[in-house]
Structure formats: C-alpha cells, structure tokens
C-alpha cells in the first residue's frame, strides 16, 4: 500500500465504502481515516469521529475539542493553519483514530473497533512513527494493549497527560482528550511537548534524519 502523499486526506486510499459494522454502516454519513503527513514522526490516535470530524471527513476537527486540540498541534510546530481549519496543513504529524465510523447514538463497541484494527495497524505499519499519542483514555487503554508491557487497565490518561510511557518500538506520550482539557492541562502539555521535541526521541529505532 503506498501513500499519495499529494493529499494529507487518507493518503493510503483505505476503504472508505467499508461495509464490516453493521451496526453502523447504516448509520454514518462517511468513513473518518487518517489525516495528516505520512512521514511523520508523531502519530495522534483518538478514539471515533465527531459529528464535525464526520462532516468533514477529518480527525479532530471542525468542533470546540477539534480547535482545541488543533491549536495545540500548532502551539507544538505541527500545524501550520489555523485551529479552525477543516483541512490543517499538518507536518511531521498524522491523526487517526481507533473507530473510523460515527454512531449519532452511541459509542463504537469492542467488536466494532476490533473489526478497525487492520486499519490503524496499517496506518501505524507504513508510518513508523517514533512516538505515538493516545489522544483520550480509550485510545491509551488500546495502544497500551498493544504496545506496552504495562498492565493497560493500570494507565490512567489523567495522571500520564503531558508525561511518556515507554512502549515497545514506540514511545507514548498520552493526552486527555481536548474535549475534557481545562486551559491549565492544555498549556501543561503544549509544554511538556515542546521539551519532548528536543530530547533524542528517536534514538529508539534509529530513523532517518528529518
């Protein structure tokens, strides 16, 4: 699978007819994938679509926690638009999500995102990022699953926000979601980031020089 780096909009050219939930390919207005640079050193996982994130095809986007959490990629020398853009001219970040479908009633259900799995697996395959960023309790339970050898139901986003976890061929650098972000833990983040950037993160597998 290779990127049409041309577009930062699903620049893998995953499924976007996909038809594996039922109970929510009858309900959604489109499939959400990921966004973003596919050389990127930081990738972002959330855990669904909003309805603004829906209506623009977008991960975190178009609403008050997609703003939030635009500006504070911007705030970091990942985003160079402005927070309300629906299409940010991302850099050196890639924003996907553990559910690629909206439910207007509900939240996905295990099932539903086991069956999205082979979709962020592939994301995070062809990207091989350096770090990867839970974006919200949900997503940090999931990747700690996947890739850490600490206990997942021991990782709580509110006391690792703005902190790493080491992981295996990853580090995770964990955020609460913006829509749960007071101002003071949103500039506590922006801060620790921005030290993070200059430490040697990627020393871990030996990328390439940007």
């Known amino acids: 699978m290779d990127a049409a780096q041309e577009t930062r909009r699903n620049p893998y050219g ?25 050389g990127a050193d ?20 178009g609403d008050d926690a997609g703003e ?3 500006h504070i990629l911007g705030s970091v020398g990942l985003n160079h638009s402005l927070p309300s853009s629906t299409e940010p001219e991302l850099a050196n970040a890639y924003v996907t999500l553990l559910s690629r479908c909206r439910h207007p009633d509900r939240e996905a259900t295990a099932d539903e995102r ?3 799995e082979p979709y962020l697996n592939a994301d995070i395959r062809m990207i091989n990022p350096e770090v990867l960023v839970p974006v919200g309790q949900r997503a940090l339970t999931e990747l700690g699953k996947e890739y850490t050898t600490t206990p997942a139901d021991s990782l709580a986003v509110t006391e690792l926000h703005g902190d790493t976890v080491r ?6 650098v964990p955020m609460i979601h913006p829509r749960e972000q007071s101002d003071a833990q949103t500039d506590a983040w922006i801060d620790f980031f921005l030290s993070f950037k200059d430490t040697d993160y990627r020393q871990t597998k030996g990328r390439r020089s940007r």
Do not use: I
């Not at 976007?16 to 596919?38: I, P």
């Open 42 to 61: 930081f990738v972002f996982v959330a855990e669904s679509p909003s309805a603004a994130s829906e209506a623009a095809g977008v991960p975190l986007v």
């Open 114 to 116: 086991t069956r999205c």
């Open 14 to 38: 995953m499924d976007e007819d996909c038809r594996n939930c039922a109970g929510l390919c009858d309900q959604r207005e489109r499939v959400v994938h990921g966004y973003g640079d596919v």
């Open 68 to 70: 939030r959490f635009q």
């Open 167 to 172: 992981g295996r061929g990853f580090e995770l």
